[in-house]
C-alpha cells in the first residue's frame, strides 16, 4: 500500500470510527453466517453449526482486537486510548493535579513572560508590511580618524553622507534615514510633538501609505531647506484635527517657521524609532529648524540618523553585509585612519550594536531567572511524579503482569506528563497575556512603542517550553516507576527490584537543585537590595532633594542668545525671588543618566599628556545651588580678568589625576582649541553613575542661555514652583513652554534597574524558596513514612525521640547543605558579571550573603524538621504489629 493510500486509511479509521467499526461487524457477521450455513450444508443441526463457525473464526472480539491492532492509525487509537485513560486518572487525583498544573504554570509563566520581554525589545519585527526584508544599517567605527566623531546618542549611527553612501548598496532595494526629535507647534495650544526628521524615501522604503494627501517627494529633500512640509500620523490627524480632511494644505508652525502639512499616514503607523511619532518632516529641514544654529546635516563625521533598508528581490541578508561592507571600506579610504565595520541586521527597535555589547548581561540575566524559577518549578513536580509513582506501583506491577510492556507504561506515564505540562503552559500564558497592561503601567512615557502583546513565536516558544518540560519531569519518574520487582510490589512492600527503597539518590539530587537555585536568587537579590539602599543613603557629592531643573523651547522657536538671557534672566529673578528658594543657576544638565565627556590636555616640561573626562557647563551659582563645595580657590564670578585664557574649576579627583602631588590651582589645560586657568578645585561629585562618587570632572562657565536648563534648589517642596513657571513664561510669550524635573525622579530612574533586578529576583528567590521547602518537606516525609519500622525498632530498644529527630534531621539535611553552598557559589559568579549595577556594593558583600544564607538555613531546618519530629511519635507496638 502506498503512503498517500496509508494516510487515507489512516485519516478514515481515526476520522469515521463508527463507520469502520460498523463495517468490521458487518463483515464479521456475513462471515459467520456463511460458516454456519456451510456447516449446515454439511448436515450439523443450526445450533451446533453456528458454535462451530465461531470456533472458526477465533471469538469476535478477539478477532476485532486483531483486525485493530493491524490497521492503519491503530498506534493514533492507542494514543487517543492512553489519553482518555491519563485525563480519567487526574480526574480521580484533582489535588495531585492542580498542584502540578498550577506548579508549572507559574514556572512556564514567568519563564514565558520573560523571554516575551526580551524577544520584544530584541528580536520582534517592526510593525510595517513585509518586516522581514527590512533591515537596520549601523557603524562600529574601530578608529575615527584625526577629525574625530560627533556623536548625538549612539556611536553606531550615520551621518546623512553616510546613509546616502550606503543607500546606493545594491542589494537595497530602497533605504530611509531618521532621527527623532520634540518639535515644537505653536497655534491655539502649543505642545511639543515627538517627530522625525526622515529622508524623503522613508515611507516607500517602508512600503507606509499615505491615506490622505501624498507623500514627500525628492525634491523636498534635494538641497537644505527644501522641503517645509510635513506629514500627520493618522492618531495625531484624529486627536488633533478631529479628522478634518482639510488639513491637506493646511500651514501650521513649527519651530517657529510656517510647514504645509501635505498628508496623513495610515492607521496604527506610529514611525520605526522606540518613541511613537506624530508628525514627520523632511530631513534637509533640520539646520532650518534649529534656525541655523545646529547644522548637523552638513556633518559628514556625525552620528545621529538611524538607517532602514529594505532588501532588494532575491537579495540576502549575507549579500547585503558584504556590500555594506566595501562601502565601509570606501568611506574609510576618504578619511586617512578611520576604520569602519559596517553592521546589516534585521530591522527591530534596538539592535544597536551598543545594545548588544552592553545589554547582553542584562537580558542574559532576565532569561537565567525565567530558567531558573522553570527549572525550580520542575524539580518540584518531579518530586510529586516520583511519590505518584510509589503510590501507583501496585497498579503498575499488576498491568505488567497481564502483558503490557514497560515501553508501554512510559509511554502512558508520559502522556501524563505531557497533559500536566500543556495544562500548566495554558494557565500559565495568563502571564503572558497580562504583560502588555503591566509593561504600559510600568512604562515612564506613555509614546513608549514596545509591543509585548503574544505572536506567533512566543505561543510556540510557550509549548516547545511546555514539551522540553514534559521530558525534564515526567522521563525519569515513568522510568523509576516502571523499575517494579512484581513480588515485593502485589506483597505491598516499598522496594524497588532487590534494594529497600530509600529516600532515593535522585530525590535527594532534586531537593539540593531547589537549594542551589533558591541560595542563587536569594543572595544575588540581598546584593541588589543592599546596593540600592547604598545608593539612596550615599550622599552623591551634592543635593539631590527639592531640586528641580526647568528647560525651555527658547531654542526651537528661534531665539538667539541675547533674546534668551532677558528671558531667562526674568524668571530667575522671578525665582530668586519665590520664598523658600535657596539658589538658581544655569546648567547644560543635571548629573546622572547621560555622560558628557570630552578631552583635557596638560603639559609638563617638555611633554603633555591628553586625558578623557567629564564636562559640565555651569554659572558660578551651580555650586551653592547643589550644596557643593569649593574646597580651594573661588567660583567663576569672582574671578578677575584673564587675558586670552578662560577659568575653569576642577573636582578634586581631577586635579589629582592632572596634577599628581602639586597644587592645581593657577594650572593650565587645553580642550577645544582654547587654553583654561584652574580657579578653584570643587569637592567630588558623581556625574554620570552613582557608583563613582569621585569621578573627574571640570567646569566651564557656561555662557548662553540656549540649549540650558535652570536649576533650582528649595528649603522645601518645590510644588508651587513648578506650576509658577510655566505660567511666568507664557506672560512673557505664549510660545514659551516650560518642562520641569525632579531630581528625585532622575535618581529613581538611575535606581530602577536595581530595583527591579532586586525585586524580581527576591520575588522569585522567595518563590523558590517556598517550592524548596515543600519538596525537603516531601523528601523527609518519604523517607519517614519508608522508614517508620526502623524508627519503630529504635524507639522499641531504647532510642529517645530527639536521638531520632537528628538522625531524620541529618539524612534531609546533606542535600541542603550542599544545596546552599553550590547556590552562594553561583550567586557569588553571577554577582561578579553584574558588579556594575551594584553601586560599589561588594559582589562577596557578607551581610548580603549572611543574612540570605540565615534564611536559607533557617527554611531548610524547619522543613526537615516538622517531619522528623512526627516520625518520633510513632507507637513501636502498633507500627511493628501492623508491618511485622
Given at each position: 500500500?502506498?503512503?498517500?493510500?496509508?494516510?487515507?486509511?489512516?485519516?478514515?479509521?481515526?476520522?469515521?470510527?463508527?463507520?469502520?467499526?460498523?463495517?468490521?461487524?458487518?463483515?464479521?457477521?456475513?462471515?459467520?453466517?456463511?460458516?454456519?450455513?456451510?456447516?449446515?450444508?454439511?448436515?450439523?443441526?443450526?445450533?451446533?453449526?453456528?458454535?462451530?463457525?465461531?470456533?472458526?473464526?477465533?471469538?469476535?472480539?478477539?478477532?476485532?482486537?486483531?483486525?485493530?491492532?493491524?490497521?492503519?492509525?491503530?498506534?493514533?487509537?492507542?494514543?487517543?486510548?492512553?489519553?482518555?485513560?491519563?485525563?480519567?486518572?487526574?480526574?480521580?487525583?484533582?489535588?495531585?493535579?492542580?498542584?502540578?498544573?498550577?506548579?508549572?504554570?507559574?514556572?512556564?509563566?514567568?519563564?514565558?513572560?520573560?523571554?516575551?520581554?526580551?524577544?520584544?525589545?530584541?528580536?520582534?519585527?517592526?510593525?510595517?508590511?513585509?518586516?522581514?526584508?527590512?533591515?537596520?544599517?549601523?557603524?562600529?567605527?574601530?578608529?575615527?580618524?584625526?577629525?574625530?566623531?560627533?556623536?548625538?546618542?549612539?556611536?553606531?549611527?550615520?551621518?546623512?553622507?553616510?546613509?546616502?553612501?550606503?543607500?546606493?548598496?545594491?542589494?537595497?532595494?530602497?533605504?530611509?534615514?531618521?532621527?527623532?526629535?520634540?518639535?515644537?507647534?505653536?497655534?491655539?495650544?502649543?505642545?511639543?510633538?515627538?517627530?522625525?526628521?526622515?529622508?524623503?524615501?522613508?515611507?516607500?522604503?517602508?512600503?507606509?501609505?499615505?491615506?490622505?494627501?501624498?507623500?514627500?517627494?525628492?525634491?523636498?529633500?534635494?538641497?537644505?531647506?527644501?522641503?517645509?512640509?510635513?506629514?500627520?500620523?493618522?492618531?495625531?490627524?484624529?486627536?488633533?484635527?478631529?479628522?478634518?480632511?482639510?488639513?491637506?494644505?493646511?500651514?501650521?508652525?513649527?519651530?517657529?517657521?510656517?510647514?504645509?502639512?501635505?498628508?496623513?499616514?495610515?492607521?496604527?503607523?506610529?514611525?520605526?524609532?522606540?518613541?511613537?511619532?506624530?508628525?514627520?518632516?523632511?530631513?534637509?529641514?533640520?539646520?532650518?529648524?534649529?534656525?541655523?544654529?545646529?547644522?548637523?546635516?552638513?556633518?559628514?563625521?556625525?552620528?545621529?540618523?538611524?538607517?532602514?533598508?529594505?532588501?532588494?528581490?532575491?537579495?540576502?541578508?549575507?549579500?547585503?553585509?558584504?556590500?555594506?561592507?566595501?562601502?565601509?571600506?570606501?568611506?574609510?579610504?576618504?578619511?586617512?585612519?578611520?576604520?569602519?565595520?559596517?553592521?546589516?541586521?534585521?530591522?527591530?527597535?534596538?539592535?544597536?550594536?551598543?545594545?548588544?555589547?552592553?545589554?547582553?548581561?542584562?537580558?542574559?540575566?532576565?532569561?537565567?531567572?525565567?530558567?531558573?524559577?522553570?527549572?525550580?518549578?520542575?524539580?518540584?513536580?518531579?518530586?510529586?511524579?516520583?511519590?505518584?509513582?510509589?503510590?501507583?506501583?501496585?497498579?503498575?506491577?499488576?498491568?505488567?503482569?497481564?502483558?503490557?510492556?514497560?515501553?508501554?507504561?512510559?509511554?502512558?506515564?508520559?502522556?501524563?506528563?505531557?497533559?500536566?505540562?500543556?495544562?500548566?503552559?495554558?494557565?500559565?500564558?495568563?502571564?503572558?497575556?497580562?504583560?502588555?497592561?503591566?509593561?504600559?503601567?510600568?512604562?515612564?512615557?506613555?509614546?513608549?512603542?514596545?509591543?509585548?502583546?503574544?505572536?506567533?513565536?512566543?505561543?510556540?516558544?510557550?509549548?516547545?517550553?511546555?514539551?522540553?518540560?514534559?521530558?525534564?519531569?515526567?522521563?525519569?519518574?515513568?522510568?523509576?516507576?516502571?523499575?517494579?520487582?512484581?513480588?515485593?510490589?502485589?506483597?505491598?512492600?516499598?522496594?524497588?527490584?532487590?534494594?529497600?527503597?530509600?529516600?532515593?539518590?535522585?530525590?535527594?539530587?532534586?531537593?539540593?537543585?531547589?537549594?542551589?537555585?533558591?541560595?542563587?536568587?536569594?543572595?544575588?537579590?540581598?546584593?541588589?537590595?543592599?546596593?540600592?539602599?547604598?545608593?539612596?543613603?550615599?550622599?552623591?557629592?551634592?543635593?539631590?532633594?527639592?531640586?528641580?531643573?526647568?528647560?525651555?523651547?527658547?531654542?526651537?522657536?528661534?531665539?538667539?542668545?541675547?533674546?534668551?538671557?532677558?528671558?531667562?534672566?526674568?524668571?530667575?529673578?522671578?525665582?530668586?525671588?519665590?520664598?523658600?528658594?535657596?539658589?538658581?543657576?544655569?546648567?547644560?544638565?543635571?548629573?546622572?543618566?547621560?555622560?558628557?565627556?570630552?578631552?583635557?590636555?596638560?603639559?609638563?616640561?617638555?611633554?603633555?599628556?591628553?586625558?578623557?573626562?567629564?564636562?559640565?557647563?555651569?554659572?558660578?551659582?551651580?555650586?551653592?545651588?547643589?550644596?557643593?563645595?569649593?574646597?580651594?580657590?573661588?567660583?567663576?564670578?569672582?574671578?578677575?580678568?584673564?587675558?586670552?585664557?578662560?577659568?575653569?574649576?576642577?573636582?578634586?579627583?581631577?586635579?589629582?589625576?592632572?596634577?599628581?602631588?602639586?597644587?592645581?590651582?593657577?594650572?593650565?589645560?587645553?580642550?577645544?582649541?582654547?587654553?583654561?586657568?584652574?580657579?578653584?578645585?570643587?569637592?567630588?561629585?558623581?556625574?554620570?553613575?552613582?557608583?563613582?562618587?569621585?569621578?573627574?570632572?571640570?567646569?566651564?562657565?557656561?555662557?548662553?542661555?540656549?540649549?540650558?536648563?535652570?536649576?533650582?534648589?528649595?528649603?522645601?517642596?518645590?510644588?508651587?514652583?513648578?506650576?509658577?513657571?510655566?505660567?511666568?513664561?507664557?506672560?512673557?510669550?505664549?510660545?514659551?513652554?516650560?518642562?520641569?524635573?525632579?531630581?528625585?525622579?532622575?535618581?529613581?530612574?538611575?535606581?530602577?534597574?536595581?530595583?527591579?533586578?532586586?525585586?524580581?529576583?527576591?520575588?522569585?528567590?522567595?518563590?523558590?524558596?517556598?517550592?524548596?521547602?515543600?519538596?525537603?518537606?516531601?523528601?523527609?516525609?518519604?523517607?519517614?513514612?519508608?522508614?517508620?519500622?526502623?524508627?519503630?525498632?529504635?524507639?522499641?530498644?531504647?532510642?529517645?525521640?530527639?536521638?531520632?529527630?537528628?538522625?531524620?534531621m541529618r539524612q534531609g539535611g546533606t542535600p541542603i547543605v550542599a544545596g546552599i553552598v553550590v547556590g552562594i557559589a553561583l550567586a557569588g559568579v553571577l554577582a561578579r558579571l553584574v558588579?556594575?549595577?551594584?553601586?560599589?556594593?561588594?559582589?562577596?558583600?557578607?551581610?548580603?550573603?549572611?543574612?540570605?544564607?540565615?534564611?536559607?538555613?533557617?527554611?531548610?531546618?524547619?522543613?526537615?524538621?516538622?517531619?522528623?519530629?512526627?516520625?518520633?511519635?510513632?507507637?513501636?507496638?502498633?507500627?511493628?504489629?501492623?508491618?511485622?
Open positions: 500500500m502506498s503512503i498517500v493510500s496509508r494516510v487515507r486509511a489512516a485519516a478514515r479509521n481515526v476520522l469515521r470510527r463508527a463507520d469502520v467499526e460498523r463495517e468490521l461487524d458487518d463483515e464479521l457477521r456475513s462471515y459467520v453466517e456463511l460458516l454456519t450455513a456451510e456447516k449446515i450444508a454439511e448436515g450439523m443441526a443450526p445450533a451446533d453449526a453456528r458454535r462451530a463457525a465461531l470456533v472458526d473464526v477465533g471469538g469476535v472480539e478477539q478477532t476485532k482486537e486483531e483486525v485493530r491492532d493491524v490497521r492503519a492509525g491503530a498506534r493514533i487509537d492507542a494514543l487517543r486510548a492512553d489519553v482518555r485513560h491519563t485525563l480519567r486518572g487526574l480526574r480521580r487525583s484533582p489535588g495531585f493535579t492542580i498542584a502540578v498544573v498550577c506548579t508549572l504554570a507559574i514556572g512556564i509563566g514567568l519563564n514565558s513572560a520573560m523571554f516575551t520581554v526580551v524577544y520584544s525589545v530584541l528580536a520582534r519585527s517592526l510593525p510595517i508590511r513585509d518586516a522581514d526584508r527590512v533591515v537596520n544599517i549601523y557603524q562600529r567605527l574601530r578608529s575615527t580618524g584625526a577629525r574625530g566623531r560627533e556623536v548625538r546618542g549612539s556611536t553606531s549611527l550615520l551621518s546623512y553622507d553616510e546613509f546616502l553612501a550606503y543607500a546606493r548598496v545594491p542589494a537595497f532595494a530602497a533605504a530611509a534615514a531618521y532621527h527623532p526629535q520634540g518639535l515644537t507647534v505653536t497655534g491655539a495650544e502649543n505642545r511639543v510633538v515627538p517627530s522625525e526628521l526622515v529622508s524623503c524615501g522613508y515611507f516607500r522604503a517602508l512600503r507606509t501609505s499615505i491615506v490622505l494627501g501624498r507623500s514627500f517627494s525628492e525634491d523636498e529633500c534635494s538641497h537644505t531647506g527644501a522641503g517645509p512640509v510635513a506629514i500627520l500620523s493618522h492618531a495625531a490627524w484624529q486627536a488633533r484635527y478631529a479628522g478634518d480632511s482639510a488639513i491637506v494644505g493646511t500651514v501650521i508652525h513649527v519651530n517657529g517657521l510656517p510647514l504645509t502639512v501635505v498628508g496623513v499616514a495610515e492607521p496604527g503607523f506610529n514611525g520605526i524609532s522606540f518613541e511613537r511619532a506624530a508628525m514627520w518632516v523632511p530631513i534637509t529641514m533640520q539646520p532650518t529648524l534649529e534656525h541655523g544654529r545646529d547644522s548637523i546635516l552638513v556633518h559628514d563625521n556625525a552620528s545621529w540618523l538611524t538607517v532602514a533598508a529594505r532588501l532588494a528581490l532575491g537579495a540576502t541578508l549575507e549579500q547585503a553585509r558584504t556590500q555594506a561592507a566595501v562601502t565601509g571600506r570606501g568611506l574609510d579610504a576618504a578619511d586617512p585612519g578611520r576604520r569602519t565595520i559596517p553592521v546589516v541586521t534585521p530591522g527591530a527597535y534596538f539592535n544597536f550594536p551598543e545594545v548588544s555589547a552592553e545589554g547582553a548581561l542584562p537580558m542574559a540575566l532576565i532569561l537565567l531567572l525565567g530558567f531558573t524559577i522553570v527549572a525550580m518549578a520542575c524539580a518540584n513536580v518531579m518530586n510529586l511524579l516520583l511519590a505518584r509513582g510509589l503510590a501507583r506501583r501496585r497498579e503498575i506491577a499488576i498491568r505488567l503482569a497481564i502483558g503490557a510492556s514497560r515501553r508501554q507504561l512510559v509511554q502512558q506515564l508520559l502522556i501524563e506528563s505531557g497533559a500536566l505540562a500543556l495544562a500548566g503552559a495554558l494557565v500559565g500564558m495568563v502571564f503572558v497575556v497580562a504583560l502588555p497592561p503591566i509593561v504600559r503601567a510600568l512604562s515612564p512615557s506613555t509614546e513608549i512603542q514596545l509591543n509585548v502583546s503574544p505572536d506567533l513565536r512566543i505561543v510556540g516558544y510557550v509549548f516547545l517550553l511546555a514539551i522540553a518540560t514534559t521530558l525534564l519531569v515526567g522521563l525519569t519518574p515513568a522510568l523509576q516507576a516502571t523499575s517494579v520487582d512484581l513480588t515485593s510490589a502485589f506483597k505491598g512492600a516499598a522496594t524497588f527490584g532487590k534494594r529497600q527503597h530509600r529516600p532515593s539518590r535522585i530525590r535527594s539530587t532534586i531537593v539540593a537543585v531547589q537549594m542551589a537555585g533558591s541560595a542563587m536568587l536569594l543572595v544575588t537579590a540581598g546584593l541588589f537590595l543592599r546596593a540600592a539602599m547604598r545608593a539612596t543613603v550615599t550622599h552623591p557629592g551634592y543635593a539631590t532633594h527639592n531640586v528641580v531643573a526647568f528647560s525651555t523651547n527658547a531654542g526651537p522657536l528661534g531665539y538667539d542668545a541675547g533674546r534668551a538671557g532677558v528671558v531667562y534672566r526674568a524668571l530667575m529673578d522671578r525665582i530668586r525671588q519665590t520664598p523658600g528658594v535657596v539658589d538658581v543657576a544655569f546648567t547644560a544638565r543635571l548629573p546622572l543618566l547621560v555622560r558628557n565627556s570630552g578631552s583635557v590636555r596638560v603639559i609638563r616640561g617638555n611633554d603633555s599628556a591628553t586625558y578623557n573626562v567629564d564636562v559640565a557647563s555651569v554659572t558660578a551659582s551651580y555650586f551653592h545651588t547643589m550644596d557643593m563645595r569649593i574646597v580651594r580657590g573661588t567660583t567663576f564670578d569672582i574671578v578677575a580678568a584673564m587675558g586670552d585664557e578662560r577659568p575653569v574649576v576642577v573636582s578634586g579627583s581631577l586635579a589629582s589625576k592632572l596634577w599628581p602631588g602639586n597644587d592645581a590651582l593657577g594650572r593650565r589645560l587645553e580642550s577645544g582649541g582654547h587654553w583654561f586657568r584652574v580657579v578653584g578645585i570643587a569637592s567630588d561629585a558623581a556625574s554620570s553613575s552613582l557608583s563613582r562618587p569621585a569621578e573627574t570632572t571640570i567646569y566651564f562657565v557656561a555662557t548662553s542661555p540656549l540649549e540650558k536648563q535652570i536649576v533650582v534648589r528649595t528649603s522645601n517642596s518645590p510644588t508651587a514652583l513648578i506650576a509658577a513657571v510655566p505660567v511666568w513664561a507664557r506672560a512673557m510669550d505664549p510660545a514659551l513652554l516650560v518642562q520641569s524635573e525632579r531630581f528625585e525622579d532622575r535618581i529613581s530612574l538611575v535606581l530602577l534597574p536595581a530595583r527591579l533586578v532586586a525585586g524580581s529576583t527576591a520575588s522569585l528567590g522567595a518563590l523558590a524558596l517556598v517550592l524548596a521547602v515543600i519538596g525537603i518537606a516531601g523528601v523527609v516525609s518519604f523517607g519517614v513514612g519508608q522508614r517508620r519500622r526502623e524508627v519503630a525498632v529504635r524507639l522499641a530498644v531504647g532510642a529517645t525521640a530527639q536521638q531520632v529527630v537528628a538522625l531524620m558588579r556594575g549595577l551594584l553601586f560599589g556594593v561588594s559582589p562577596l558583600d557578607p551581610i548580603a550573603y549572611a543574612v540570605m544564607t540565615g534564611v536559607l538555613a533557617l527554611s531548610g531546618v524547619l522543613a526537615t524538621y516538622v517531619p522528623s519530629r512526627r516520625a518520633a511519635r510513632v507507637d513501636p507496638a502498633t507500627t511493628l504489629r501492623d508491618e511485622g
